[in-house]
């Protein structure tokens, strides 16, 4: 028998739903933008406060804090209201900026960010969430496009706003710009979003929040030392794996007796909400390690300067933004979802494919169309999993469901990177065995190599571009195996009208 059909508002005001849109791309930008706008200054910013061996740190930190205050900040919209969980988020965010301009040294610096990325994390998650208050299910995937834009946007523009601002002023004002745009963003949200609904005090699970914080930690701590600071069978990452998954357990034993669980177990039960986060999780391993290994590739064996190899991530971008939309626009006329990410981690299977094959005699073009095929493989991911979530979850669970696409897309990107970067360095070490001299493979430069002898720089270019090789193969087994998971996606009807927050009954799966 049908479940019955919950309370609906009818024709939900466009200028409430503009408002609100408008509201989630404000913190939205802000939170993206605090993640990649140091990549290009932080040699800058080193040579300032020293320790350039500790460089890795101020990316981990804000990368770490974000995966923590995902959950907890979509759990916490979901007992609060979202309008207040992005309030605070933007205030935690702009006193993480303000303590990093003024960082006296690079550990205050690292403390700064992860401040920042305690806030940023929340506001991203939130915001995404916020658009399931206020559109109706069928057209969540056009809005949740129009955000995945903001969200591409941010990513480019970071970098490029990063190095032009070192060029021109002190190193300080890449993060106190932060706070007119945060205070714009506080304003726009403040009348975008209307007031939480007052309900009964609700119990916080602090115990549930310190595991999960616990858990995410030495996972995200682990990926980013082993293979690179620590060996991967070293006792310090055996150490750090094994406390990871004492405090998982700890974490479960937990959730399972709460009263209001940070992470409800129960939505592991939930069909779309498993497909959908693993399918995120292998595609932030691809997006990430293609962010990461394609400006290397092409600074090192194409001979790029970083500015130019930087703008390779462009037409990835590119292939987001155009391949959001459109999927936001299919999910809005025809209500179905579940074949776009088959078809989209299948072309993504072959962005990696040409990659794998790439060699220092590939055209530029080609480079520029296999990440132009890489975003449109990515595109629909991201925006049909948190559909698919939302659609799927409790009303009352919808800030946490949303949550949980944006952790594991991130964790699934730390620890993918992490894991390509070891495979990579045992692959130059197989290619080129001692010719580099024990140095660290990341640390070439185009300027090391046209210092070599022809021999030995032709050996080291092909080296490098072998090793590189087996990354992307497996980031394309990786693909298909998230195509077939796709395939385990139930397609639910989306409704064209708003459910009513009182009528958050579990759906039926």
Not at 30 to 59: C, F, K, R
Not at 197 to 203: E, I, N, Y
Not at 265 to 278: G, K
Not at 355 to 376: H, Q, Y
Request: charged share 10%; net charge positive.
């Amino acid at each position: 028998m049908p479940a019955p059909t919950p309370s609906v508002t009818e024709g939900p005001d466009s200028t409430r739903i503009r408002l609100v849109i408008l509201a989630a791309a404000s913190v939205l930008f802000i939170a993206s933008l605090g993640q990649t706008v140091v990549t290009t200054a932080l040699p800058t910013i080193l040579s300032d406060l020293g320790g350039l061996s500790q460089i890795t740190w101020v990316i981990t930190a804000y990368l770490m804090a974000a995966t923590v205050g995902a959950p907890v900040c979509g759990k916490l919209g979901d007992l609060f209201g979202r309008k207040r969980v992005m309030q605070g988020g933007i205030v935690v965010f702009l006193l993480g900026s303000l303590l990093c301009a003024l960082a006296p040294s690079l550990w205050v610096l690292v403390a700064g960010r992860a401040v920042q990325g305690l806030g940023g994390g929340g506001l991203i998650v939130v915001s995404m969430a916020s658009v399931a208050d206020a559109v109706p299910p069928r057209e969540r995937g056009r809005y949740q496009g129009m955000l995945g834009s903001v969200f591409g946007v941010s990513t480019v523009i970071g970098p490029l706003a990063g190095g032009f601002i070192v060029q021109h002023a002190p190193w300080e004002w890449l993060f106190l710009m932060n706070v007119p745009l945060g205070l714009v963003a506080f304003a726009v949200l403040s009348f975008g979003l209307p007031k939480p609904h007052p309900t009964r005090r609700p119990a916080i699970d602090y115990p549930g929040a310190i595991s999960l914080a616990l858990t995410l930690s030495l996972a995200v701590v682990t990926a980013s030392l082993g293979g690179s600071t620590f060996p991967w069978q070293s006792p310090e990452i055996i150490g750090l794996s094994v406390a990871a998954v004492v405090a998982l357990v700890v974490f479960i034993l937990i959730e399972r007796r709460a009263r209001e669980p940070i992470l409800p177990l129960q939505l592991f039960r939930i069909n779309n909400f498993v497909v959908s986060n693993v399918v995120g999780l292998i595609v932030g391993t691809a997006m990430f390690g293609t962010i990461t290994f394609v400006p290397f590739f092409m600074q090192v064996v194409k001979g790029m300067s970083p500015a130019l190899s930087g703008m390779f991530t462009f037409p990835m971008m590119v292939g987001i933004i155009g391949a959001s939309f459109s999927a936001g626009q299919i999910m809005m006329r025809t209500g179905r979802y579940r074949m776009l990410p088959v078809f989209s981690t299948l072309l993504l299977a072959l962005a990696m494919i040409s990659l794998a094959t790439a060699t220092a005699e590939t055209p530029n073009w080609r480079m520029a169309a296999s990440m132009v095929l890489t975003g449109i493989g990515i595109g629909p991911v991201m925006g049909v999993g948190v559909t698919a979530i939302q659609n799927a979850v409790p009303l009352n669970m919808v800030g946490i469901g949303t949550a949980s696409a944006n952790m594991f897309r991130l964790i699934g990107g730390s620890i993918g990177t992490a894991i390509f970067g070891a495979i990579f360095s045992m692959g130059l070490t197989r290619q080129l065995g001692g010719a580099l001299g024990g140095g660290n493979p990341r640390a070439l430069s185009n300027e090391m190599i046209a210092a070599m002898e022809p021999g030995m720089r032709e050996m080291v270019i092909n080296g490098i571009a072998q090793a590189l090789h087996p990354v992307f193969w497996i980031a394309a087994g990786s693909a298909c195996i998230a195509c077939l998971v796709s395939l385990l996606m139930v397609e639910r009807p989306l409704d064209a009208r708003v459910p009513l927050p009182k009528d958050s009954a579990p759906a039926a799966e």
